[in-house]
């Protein structure tokens, strides 16, 4: 894949984080003011934004990444099929958004025909994911030594390809007509929570290492990391479903992984400075992850938290203030600025923006404790929200026009050639 493929597949990705973005932002104010006529399905908008953020922002944005940094570590070419599987996947993550804002995961009347739209899109996309993984296992077979970022990608493939079968069982459900809620949650979360922690976590952590040229010594954990993340997905189960011997076992499984997660952590906040912007921000967030997973282990809390606000705050926590951050950071190596000082400017309101709406929303879920207004949080939390939706607008639309400058100068460079 060229490099230029690579820039077509960020920009896609960063327009799906900006639309993904508007929409909770929509239904942040949603929240304040009443979500507008045309989009009163609440539950179906949710469904259209976690689905969009996960298939067309994190893992197209990963899986270009990889590919752009794969063969520099195997020293082979990659296989050919690689840009049908990320043009399949681009396209059918892009069209997940309106799947499943129409009913969510429910059926939607298409016609006389009632179809699981939702449904579909993710089973559409699981497909495009393992082909993927087909194309990533061609693309390193056999190598004499597998350098830590490939051992992270190949674990990280491997729970993503265990959290798709999540995936195949809630479509099995829906099919059989079988209603078994503490199933259905295990589905879901294995599905959801397990592709987050362990696909997400696990790419990240390689990309990291991807760009630490003597990362070949280094020998923070891969498998015991992998290994111990697996259980973690239980702890989004509800707490009113979940047997206390599984809580127990996901809780520590979760503490430990927390552990192995903190010594990558550690190596790379020491290097830090030789990693992309916004590393330290990210960090911090993985940070007080990792914190959190220590807290859950104090009896009684996660009963009390588990639900509603403080779900919601940790969920934006993980996936906005570290992830999301990392990624922006890891796409920014590729997409270069147009002058250093409307990127710091868009990564200040990136920060801000990221830090007001997770501050907003720990105060949302604090705020029956607090006897604080929630009102007042809600307010922080949109206008946090605002923030960083025109934050990532603005670094879409810096992907295009960087990518609009290299076309002119390669085709500028191209007419010139046979005089040089
Ligand atoms: C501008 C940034 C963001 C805003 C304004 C936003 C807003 C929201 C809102 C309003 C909800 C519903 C909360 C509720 O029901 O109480 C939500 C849920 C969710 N969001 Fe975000 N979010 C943002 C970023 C992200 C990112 C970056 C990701 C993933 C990479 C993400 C994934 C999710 C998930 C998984 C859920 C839960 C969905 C569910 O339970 O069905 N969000 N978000």
Redesign the pocket.
């Known amino acids: 894949m060229s490099r230029s493929h690579v820039r077509v597949f960020l920009s896609i990705a960063l327009a799906a984080?900006t639309l993904?973005?508007?929409?909770?932002?929509l239904?942040?104010f949603?929240?304040i003011y009443g979500m507008p006529a045309w989009a009163q399905n609440?539950?179906a908008v949710?469904?259209a934004?976690?689905h969009l953020?996960?298939f067309g922002?994190?893992t197209l944005a990963l899986m270009a990444l990889i590919w752009a940094e794969l063969p520099a570590l195997t020293g082979r070419p990659l296989p050919r099929g690689v840009t049908i599987q990320m043009s399949l996947t681009a396209v059918l993550a892009l069209l997940s958004f309106p799947a499943f804002w129409s009913n969510?995961y429910g059926l939607t009347a298409i016609g006389s025909a009632r179809l699981p739209l939702g449904s579909m899109a993710a089973t559409l996309n699981g497909l495009t994911w393992f082909l993927f993984i087909a194309l990533y296992v061609r693309a390193t077979r056999g190598l004499r030594e597998r350098p830590l970022p490939i051992q992270l990608w190949d674990w990280a493939l491997a729970l993503m390809g265990l959290a798709s079968l999540g995936a195949l069982g809630l479509v099995g459900m829906v099919m059989a007509n079988v209603r078994e809620p503490l199933l259905q949650q295990i589905f879901l979360h294995q599905f959801?929570d397990l592709f987050?922690v362990g696909w997400?976590n696990l790419a990240l952590l390689g990309l990291f290492w991807a760009n630490l040229p003597d990362s070949k010594q280094a020998r923070p954990p891969a498998f015991s990391l992998a290994l111990l993340l697996i259980p973690t997905f239980l702890l989004g189960v509800s707490p009113s479903l979940l047997p206390s011997a599984l809580f127990w076992t996901a809780a520590l499984a979760n503490a430990g992984a927390a552990l192995a997660l903190g010594v990558h952590g550690l190596h790379l906040w020491r290097r830090r400075r030789e990693l992309a912007a916004l590393t330290g921000l990210a960090l911090s967030g993985l940070a007080s992850v990792l914190v959190i997973a220590f807290l859950l282990l104090w009896p009684g809390l996660w009963e009390h938290f588990a639900g509603?606000?403080m779900?919601?705050f940790y969920?934006?926590l993980f996936?906005?203030v570290w992830?999301?951050t990392a990624l922006i950071g890891q796409v920014r190596r590729w997409v270069a600025p147009a002058s250093i000082r409307f990127e710091r400017w868009i990564n200040g309101l990136w920060s801000a923006?990221?830090l007001v709406?997770v501050g907003g929303l720990l105060g949302l879920g604090l705020a029956p404790h607090l006897g604080t207004p929630m009102l007042w949080w809600l307010h922080v939390?949109?206008w946090?929200?605002?923030t960083?939706?025109s934050a990532?607008t603005l670094l879409w639309m810096e992907s295009m026009s960087a990518f609009a400058r290299t076309t002119t100068l390669s085709s500028a460079t191209s007419l010139q050639s046979p005089y040089s």
């Not at 993904?20 to 932002?25: E, I, K, L, N, S």
């Open positions: 984080l993904a973005a508007w929409t909770g932002v239904m942040r949603g929240m609440f539950g949710r469904h934004h976690s953020m996960y922002w994190v969510g959801l987050a997400f509603g606000q779900r919601v969920l934006h996936l906005l992830v999301s923006g990221a709406m939390a949109a946090g929200s605002l960083v939706a990532g």
